[in-house]
């Protein structure tokens, strides 16, 4: 049977966070989303391999959807370097990003325009402005980097903002649990992290840093339990289980990254850490306003796919959107958690 997103009306359930309910919505017409969930005022978007599917934020009732596979104006190819499409929502269109080019569609999924790209590896290619793009790209050599990288308008590369060496070095295996290079836009304005620590550097569209948000949080002791975890998980499964030779020696850190995931929504940034709370059933999340000041210290349940990712969701108006599997069931259901 295809696993079929049924989610039950009116359904509240406690998540152990103080105040918050999970509610389960009735959403129809996706079978395998991958890759996040993005929104406007009124849509909220979902990927399943190389469509894109548009729901109504009020009913949650499937409007449409567009793409498939192949390399027309209105086909998508996948990027090998990443799970999927990533999706871009602006006030006026929306951008995706396939492997090879960005193309633009508006709000109610009608094609505009694409544009090829001069780098197709580079990844999370994202318009920044109305003359830049951002994005991050691979640097070959003795050493591999991944670079976070501006681009003009004829995707020129003009400035590189940062760099990380990459989690795999040929002869040298695998460091797992890196810090990884990963921004944001909200706003014309974009936000950079690279490093193990809080560190979050902010650039208004004319690539000049405004400030930087910084925060000394402890960063959690990887437990023994989730490093045997993780190398059971890349044994058994791909990609990991097909290169297992070639990656060797596997590398996992003593003390994990402080962030695991980072938001900006609703004039907020929202910080995942590692803190590992029930079993990672939970997990710390640092609310802080667009200056740097924490706001809020919580928890919330954004529940883990497998060791290495968690199942789909982002957050919006001061709630996580959730796909959960219940593989038993062979359904997935959507979880809407208030954590504001």
């Known amino acids: 049977m295809n696993k079929t997103i049924v989610l039950v009306i009116g359904l509240l359930l406690l998540f152990g966070v103080a105040g918050a309910k999970t509610k389960i919505i009735p959403l ?54 990443v799970a999927g499409l990533i999706i871009y929502v602006y006030d006026k269109d929306v951008v995706v990003n396939s492997f090879g080019k960005l193309s633009w569609w508006t ?66 295996g695998i460091k797992m649990f890196n810090a990884r290079p990963s921004h944001y836009i909200r706003d014309n304005v974009l936000y950079l992290a690279w490093k193990n620590e809080i560190s979050i550097r902010v650039f208004d569209t004319n690539l000049k840093e405004t400030h930087t948000i910084t925060y000394d949080n402890p960063r959690q002791k990887m437990p023994e339990s989730m490093k045997q975890e993780t190398i059971h998980y890349m044994k058994n499964n791909v990609p990991y289980k097909d290169v297992w030779d070639r990656i060797q020696p596997v590398q996992l850190p003593d003390y994990l990254p402080a962030i695991q995931e980072m938001y900006v929504t609703g004039g907020k940034v929202y910080i995942a850490t590692y803190k590992l709370i029930d079993d990672r059933k939970k997990t710390e999340l640092l609310i802080f306003d667009l200056k740097g000041t924490l706001l809020k210290r919580t ?39 208030d954590i504001d």
């Open 107 to 172: 709000k109610q999924g009608q094609f505009i325009r694409e544009q090829k790209l001069k780098y197709p590896l580079v990844v999370g290619l994202q318009p920044f402005g109305e003359k830049y793009y951002m994005g991050t790209k691979m640097i070959r050599g003795d050493v591999l980097y991944r670079a976070m990288v501006i681009f003009d308008d004829k995707m020129e590369e003009i400035k590189e903002l940062a760099r990380v060496e990459h989690d795999f070095q040929r002869g040298k």
């Open 28 to 81: 129809e017409g996706i079978q395998k989303p991958n890759g996040t969930i993005e929104f406007d005022k009124e849509r909220m978007y979902l990927i399943e391999d190389t469509t894109v599917y548009i729901y109504s934020l009020k009913d949650f009732k499937l409007l449409t959807k567009f793409g498939r596979k192949g390399e027309g104006p209105q086909e998508f190819m996948l990027n090998p370097q």
């Open 299 to 337: 928890q919330a349940p954004i529940l883990m796919e497998d060791v290495l990712s968690p199942f789909p969701h982002n957050i919006n108006d001061g709630k996580i959107y959730q796909l959960v599997e219940d593989a038993d069931k062979e359904v997935w259901n959507l979880h809407i958690i």
